[in-house]
């Protein structure tokens, strides 16, 4: 990539090698002896971490495509499954699914690094187009990676996203049928997007490999946006950039591991823990955090093809920024108002994520069109106007010259950022009442749970007492479709023995057959096999519930949640982000009145819930005093059936949490070494090459 080397291996097998095929004399000039500007600030070190993430994405999705099945009445079992039954297959899922959205993040971040140094501008113009290129794909592999899992938000998401392309004149229905395999999102659909999604990746480490290419060929730009013209201006790739993006990746690792083992849902959905039901939408269709500022563009538009040509749009017009941005100088650090105007630009985009993640009604629509002139004017009207009326600042000579003078502003910026705070914390402000009142429930108060928290475990004892409140009383109506018998005896659960979990499976009649006789029959239950549901199939459980049909309680304390995301994710972690679904699932057992408020109205067969969304809830009180008998001597009161069930359910919906927990502290002490000695090691190899 860097031109013919000059390397000459010293071993004679490496020797014969090289002769034949070049590859480590491509490596050691490419990695190893490159000309770094000596210039390059800790912003640089997401090139590395991106490349850090892609392999980490292909290795995972590689083993996890393993145990996947690409069904639709499958798909959502066998990544429950995943989670439960593959060995370390919790580990996995949740390294793909937040590395999906930590490859987002350091790729924003390695694109606005662009924008704000001008690494757009001759002669890196094939170089940043084939990063629109890359990101264009990672849109659409994350897309479809969504969709895999099945869940509610997956199913409607993919049922959305596919539409938009009925927007264009005459091919749209075809084009939508094609994607779709059919008629409507189904089967084929998922088989699409699996093979897809699995491809994706490699088209995306090609381009990679092209990106880089382009990178060495026409170097690497710096924070002063000068080139390098002596070779005091540049140091070694290895082991300055090496040792610089080494210490760079393992302090993300630390962000990283953070969301994989104490946060792994958090930037998920929650409804996507419940599966993909083509009768019932919910209530408000999002996609990824990661999406949110282009969907608002979408929905900002009235006509329907306009906003599909303004949220694709709003990517493609990144290709051509080389030629809308005619400055002559580079870097926005000697460029007072392009600094001003990209942090503005910045803000921009945060609040239409923000305004993506809110319903499509009021202020949001106002502001989402505000906002989506804003983002163009910058680059339409914005960038070539400065370039026409801005006068730089004088840029250094060279880059060593930079690097002695120090020059730069640090108080500039810091004023449009003010600006852009404080105007984010007023649409926030604006925002967050409108969408409580929406909810039309009181918010679930906050119980103190003992697997609260990095350290929290299970209470063996509230577990088992759950065990028997769910047998006893929800066992007629749900069921716990993800959650074998044998789980009762594995570490983390409820303490059970093998003996005492087989002896509680043979309490159950399971269904099986065909017999040699092709009939089916019942047998006693066995460790291996999954509690039981209560109904033969849904319409049998609507039927004998006055039209509803009984959630499976496996998952409830995850497919329940309420708001969340930036910036109270900072807050989340230090306080109970996890329990927000058992806190729901608790208060619902105990919210239930005998009468309604007055003035407020419930359908015919249905109670009074204060905490249930909509406050008409099918499910008669469940719990009552005295209801269960506890052996420990706990209190037989409804408070504490609600807080052991709920326990218990937590349980269901994660019976590895304990070891996720106990995982991440290690891993978090490793990092924190490795980070420590990378630093160091970076101070020393930095002092001796000034």
């Not at 989670?83 to 297959?89: L, M, T």
């Not at 092209?210 to 026409?218: D, M, P, R, S």
């Not at 910058?378 to 020059?407: C, G, H, M, Q, W």
């Not at 096999?529 to 009984?550: K, L, M, T, V």
Request: glycine residues 8%; aromatic residues 16%.
């Amino acid at each position: 990539m860097s031109g013919p080397s000059d390397y000459q291996p010293s071993n004679p097998a490496l020797q014969w090698i090289e002769r034949r095929l070049p590859i480590i004399g491509l490596v050691h000039s490419s990695f190893v002896v490159y000309p770094t500007p000596r210039n390059l600030n800790y912003w640089w070190t997401f090139g590395a971490i991106l490349s850090f993430m892609l392999g980490m994405q292909i290795l995972t999705g590689v083993v996890l495509a393993m145990h996947y099945t690409p069904h639709a009445d499958l798909a959502f079992k066998s990544v429950e499954l995943i989670v439960r039954d593959v060995n370390y297959g919790w580990l996995l899922r949740n390294m793909h699914a937040c590395g999906a959205s930590m490859f987002f993040f350091a790729v924003y971040v390695h694109m606005l690094r662009g924008l704000y140094y001008g690494s757009y501008k001759e002669p890196r113009e094939v170089l940043w187009i084939l990063g629109v290129i890359i990101y264009l794909l990672m849109m659409a592999t994350g897309f479809m990676g969504y969709v895999l899992p099945w869940g509610q938000m997956s199913f409607w998401g993919a049922t959305v996203i596919t539409n938009l392309f009925s927007a264009i004149p005459y091919f749209g229905e075809s084009i939508v049928t094609l994607l779709w395999g059919g008629y409507s999102v189904g089967n084929p659909t998922l088989n699409r997007f699996f093979s897809l999604h699995y491809l994706l990746p490699f088209l995306i480490a090609g381009v990679v490999v092209l990106h880089v290419w382009a990178l060495h060929v026409a170097g690497q730009n710096n924070p002063d946006g000068v080139e390098p013209k002596t070779e005091k201006d540049t140091v070694p790739f290895t082991p300055h950039a090496t040792i610089k993006d080494m210490f760079g990746v393992s302090c993300f690792l630390l962000l990283y591991a953070w969301f994989i083992f104490y946060m792994p849902n958090y930037l998920g959905d929650a409804d996507n823990y419940i599966p993909a039901n083509p009768g019932v939408t919910p209530p408000h269709i999002v996609p990824e955090w990661y999406y949110l500022p282009f969907y608002a563009i979408l929905r900002s538009i009235p006509n329907k093809l306009a906003g599909v040509v303004g949220m694709f749009g709003a990517i493609i017009i990144l290709c051509f920024l080389p030629w809308l941005d005619s400055a002559r100088t580079r870097s926005s650090k000697y460029r007072p108002l392009a600094k001003q105007f990209f942090w503005i630009f910045v803000a921009v985009c945060i609040l239409l994520g923000y305004l993506g993640s809110q319903p499509p009604e009021g202020i949001y629509v106002i502001a989402g069109r505000v906002l989506t002139v804003c983002y163009f004017a910058y680059f339409l009207i914005v960038l070539p106007l400065l370039s026409r009326i801005e006068t730089p600042r004088p840029v250094p000579n060279s880059i060593s010259d930079a690097v002695l003078a120090k020059t730069g502003s640090r108080s500039t910026p810091m004023v449009s950022t003010a600006i852009v705070l404080a105007l984010a914390a007023s649409l926030f402000a604006g925002s967050i009442d409108s969408a409580k009142a929406s909810e039309g429930s009181d918010q679930p108060p906050g119980n103190k749970w003992s697997f609260s928290g990095p350290f929290g475990k299970f209470d063996r004892g509230a577990l088992q007492r759950g065990l028997k409140v769910y047998k006893e009383v929800c066992a007629s109506c749900h069921g716990l479709s993800y959650i074998a018998f044998r789980n009762l005896a594995e570490p983390g659960g409820p303490g059970y023995s093998v003996a005492q979990a087989a002896a509680f499976a043979s309490d159950y009649k399971v269904k099986d057959g065909p017999n040699d006789a092709g009939d089916m029959f019942e047998r006693p239950g066995r460790p291996a096999d999954y509690f039981p549901s209560p109904f033969p199939n849904e319409q049998a459980a609507r039927a004998a519930n006055g039209g509803a049909a009984p959630p499976d309680l496996s998952l409830i304390t995850k497919a329940r949640s309420y708001k969340r995301g930036f910036p109270w994710f900072i807050i989340d972690f230090f306080t109970q982000y996890q329990e927000q679904g058992p806190d729901y699932v608790s208060a619902v057992l105990q919210g239930f009145e005998d009468k309604a408020p007055e003035g407020v109205t419930i359908p015919e067969g249905s109670y009074y819930n204060k905490y249930f969304p909509g406050h008409a809830i099918k499910m008669p009180k469940p719990l009552s005093d005295g209801q269960v008998t506890y052996d420990d001597g706990s209190p037989t009161t409804v408070a504490q059936y609600a807080k052991d069930v709920t326990t218990f359910l937590m349980w269901t919906a994660e019976p590895h949490m304990e070891a996720r927990k106990r995982l991440g502290f290690q891993v978090f002490v490793f990092l924190i070494i490795f980070a420590g000695l990378m630093y160091f090691t970076k101070k020393k190899v930095w002092a001796a090459s000034h």
